[in-house]
T-cell receptor, first 113, second 113 residues
Framework: DAKTTQPPSMDCAEGRAANLPCNHS???????VYWYRQIHSQGPQYIIH???NNETNEMASLIITEDRKSSTLILPHATLRDTAVYYC??????????????FGAGTRLTVKP | DTAVSQTPKYLVTQMGNDKSIKCEQN?????MYWYKQDSKKFLKIMFS???????INETVPNRFSPKSPDKAHLNLHINSLELGDSAVYFC????????????FGSGTQLSVL
């Protein structure tokens, strides 16, 4: 029961912005959008999450559409070390709700010199 | 200091053997998890523990038994190993059972021959 749809792969030139899309048309009002990435042979790494407002941190920006049915993760200046599989996940964040983080197939981003 | 550490990194064993994977986190988090990543790279949750108490137990064979001696440790014991158990196993932790941000270990690659 995949809640998100992502392209299987994308390329990006080094130094350019990488824009990774995610569709989550069935998202509920209390579900957050999370992004993780997994660099080869490493464990997944948290990047960012948001509910409806755009978010920015030291790693990336998250743009969520007004209807919340899709979002875009932006890596402003991609480097070769950003080559990884990027996962978009929607879930409820609630201290009383033991929902787990469920990973889909993700997008394999390749940053090229 | 490694935040979430798991040992061993590689484990090669014969079918039918019993093996354990250890996980420790020094982040002071309340919740710990085990995930399995199969050969197709899908990452699936197996278990989660909150303050030593089991809160998520997905459909996992009962040959897999997690043990949490304290909230900083979550070990995974596997009895009667089968070929299909070959995978990379990731331990993770989060500050609360809401799991809003997971911190993953670097994984244990299990190969059953």
């Amino acid at each position: 029961d995949a809640k998100t749809t992502q392209p299987p792969s994308m390329d990006c030139a080094e130094g350019r912005a990488a824009n990774l899309p995610c569709n989550h048309s069935t998202i509920s009002g209390n579900e957050y959008v999370y992004w993780y990435r997994q660099i080869h042979s490493q464990g997944p790494q948290y990047i960012i999450h948001g509910l409806k407002n755009n978010e920015t941190n030291e790693m990336a920006s998250l743009i969520i559409t007004e209807d919340r049915k899709s979002s875009t993760l932006i890596l402003p200046h991609a480097t070769l070390r950003d080559t990884a599989v990027y996962y978009c996940i929607v879930r409820v964040t609630n201290l009383d709700n033991n929902n787990d983080m469920r990973f889909g197939a993700g997008t394999r981003l390749t940053v090229k010199p | 200091d490694t935040a979430v550490s798991q040992t061993p990194k590689y484990l090669v064993t014969q079918m039918g053997n019993d093996k354990s994977i250890k996980c420790e986190q020094n982040l002071g988090h309340d919740t710990m998890y085990w995930y399995k990543q199969d050969s197709k790279k899908f990452l699936k949750i197996m278990f989660s523990y909150n303050n030593k108490e089991l809160i998520i137990n997905e459909t996992v064979p009962n040959r897999f038994s997690p043990k949490s001696p304290d909230k900083a440790h979550l070990n995974l014991h596997i009895n009667s190993l089968e070929l299909g158990d070959s995978a990379v196993y990731f331990c993770a932790s989060s500050p609360t059972s809401g799991g809003e941000k997971l911190f993953f270990g670097s994984g244990t690659q299990l190969s059953v021959l």
